[in-house]
Antibody, heavy 114, light 107 residues
Framework: EVQLVESGGGLIQPGGSLRLSCAAS????????MSWVRQAPGKGLEWVSV???????YYADSVKGRFTISRDNSKNTLYLQMNSLRAEDTAVYYC????????WGQGTTVTVSS | DIQMTQSPSSLSASVGDRVTITCQAS??????LNWYQQKPGKAPKLLIY???NLETGVPSRFSGSGSGTDFTFTISSLQPEDIATYYC?????????FGGGTKVEIK
């Protein structure tokens, strides 16, 4: 079964760091275009970052310089390293596969608050 | 960045009604547009890709059309299980921006 499972969310103080994981099964992360999308409480969807199969990475301006997307091919897992977290980064974070985003994880909640 | 303007932001319709949502891109995106359905507390679900292609397993009452800057999403006969928020998303240029969403309710 093709599946994505996120983990790593939690409550973190402003300025702190967190690493989200997205474990894939049923397909190979490194062969696909993989994205992170977030959704602030009561708000719409916001595209955050992408890593192409070739390894190129791109970020939304709102997270550029603070977030880093990566993958571990041996673990078939996607990551999002989040540094210098701000209150406005509070959201449910989803990983998704390909430009069509045909497969999504269940989401992991990040709350940035003192 | 490409702006995606989705309308209406909410609508109320009766079971069996035809429902139409529009999405306008701030520049030509060809057919690089997806439509998603999101139910409360759940991840989004892909319904339509490449503007008009129905994802496998999605009921045929859902459809999409358009190209360039103007796109339409239609539910031909609204069902109770269609209550959700619907989003368009362009993937022509990075960042792959989403529309603001349309919340669909039953009248």
């Amino acid at each position: 079964e093709v599946q994505l499972v996120e983990s790593g969310g939690g409550l973190i103080q402003p300025g702190g760091s967190l690493r989200l994981s997205c474990a894939a099964s049923g397909f190979t992360v490194s062969s696909n275009y993989m994205s992170w999308v977030r959704q602030a409480p009561g708000k719409g969807l916001e595209w955050v970052s992408v890593i192409y199969s070739g390894g190129s990475t791109y970020y939304a301006d709102s997270v550029k310089g603070r977030f880093t997307i990566s993958r571990d091919n041996s673990k078939n897992t996607l990551y999002l390293q989040m540094n210098s977290l701000r209150a406005e980064d509070t959201a449910v974070y989803y990983c998704a596969r390909e430009t069509s985003m045909d497969v999504w994880g269940q989401g992991t909640t990040v709350t940035v608050s003192s | 960045d490409i702006q995606m303007t989705q309308s209406p932001s909410s609508l109320s319709a009766s079971v069996g009604d035809r429902v139409t949502i529009t999405c306008q891109a701030s520049q030509d995106i060809s057919n690089y547009l997806n439509w998603y359905q999101q139910k409360p507390g759940k991840a989004p679900k892909l319904l339509i890709y490449d503007a008009s292609n129905l994802e496998t397993g999605v009921p045929s009452r859902f459809s999409g059309s358009g190209s360039g800057t103007d796109f339409t999403f239609t539910i031909s006969s609204l069902q109770p299980e269609d209550i959700a928020t619907y989003y368009c998303q362009q993937y022509d240029n990075l960042p792959h921006t989403f529309g603001g969403g349309t919340k669909v309710e039953i009248k």
